[in-house]
T-cell receptor, first 110, second 112 residues
Framework: EDQVTQSPEALRLQEGESSSLNCSYTVSGLRGLFWYRQDPGKGPEFLFTLYSAGEEKEKERLKATLTKKESFLHITAPKPEDSATYLCAGFSGGYNKLIFGAGTRLAVHP | SQTIHQWPATLVQPVGSPLSLECTVEGTSNPNLYWYRQAAGRGLQLLFYSVGIGQISSEVPQNLSASRPQDRQFILSSKKLLLSDSGFYLC???????????FGDGTRLSIL
């Protein structure tokens, strides 16, 4: 069964303390992976698409990378406004069927 | 630019009552449309998706149904709500399968 697992479930950082979030997948024939940010009570906001191993995408303090087995979301010198839940989702042959992880709740404290 | 609207934002319904949640997309034509449910602490679960008017694919057997009466309108319905239908319902659109899905702000549904 296709599955996406995110770790850690929750992460508390001090402002400026860099870290990485992990997304590991057992999606047969993975065709692509998306990263989203979700604020409380809101819908997920699209961040990045990764289609092939070795690919990297950057946006402000965030950088997403993809290997053959997992993806990482690196957060460099985070600020309190980066606090949110970060979700990853993969898809394979069913291009409309995203498999979502449960997310990582990130809290950045000043 | 494209925008997606969902309403209502919150809804409290008694068990056994009907349900209708509506989602509309602006600024694009023939989008793929999706309904998800998100339980607390869990990932989003795909319920239905549609690649065109009148075309609905169901992913999870349940007492919910979906319809797409117009190109940019997607409706989630139920004839009789169960307690287990409580959750956060999200609508999304994409240009096509395999492309990023963009979400609305969801409906918080509570069943009493």
């Amino acid at each position: 069964e296709d599955q996406v697992t995110q770790s850690p479930e929750a992460l508390r950082l001090q402002e400026g303390e860099s870290s990485s979030l992990n997304c590991s997948y057992t999606v047969s024939g993975l065709r692509g992976l998306f990263w989203y940010r979700q604020d409380p009570g809101k819908g997920p906001e699209f961040l990045f698409t990764l289609y092939s191993a070795g690919e990297e995408k950057e946006k402000e303090r965030l950088k997403a990378t993809l290997t053959k087995k997992e993806s990482f979301l690196h957060i460099t010198a985070p600020k309190p406004e980066d606090s949110a839940t970060y979700l990853c989702a993969g898809f394979s042959g069913g291009y409309n069927k995203l498999i979502f992880g449960a997310g990582t709740r990130l809290a950045v404290h000043p | 630019s494209q925008t997606i609207h969902q309403w209502p934002a919150t809804l409290v319904q008694p068990v056994g009552s009907p349900l209708s949640l509506e989602c509309t997309v602006e600024g694009t034509s023939n989008p793929n449309l999706y309904w998800y449910r998100q339980a607390a602490g869990r990932g989003l679960q795909l319920l239905f998706y549609s690649v065109g008017i009148g075309q609905i694919s169901s992913e999870v057997p349940q007492n919910l149904s979906a319809s797409r009466p117009q190109d940019r309108q997607f409706i989630l319905s139920s004839k009789k709500l169960l307690l287990s239908d409580s959750g956060f319902y999200l609508c999304a659109w994409s240009v096509e399968g395999g492309q990023p899905q963009h979400f609305g702000d969801g409906t918080r549904l509570s069943i009493l």
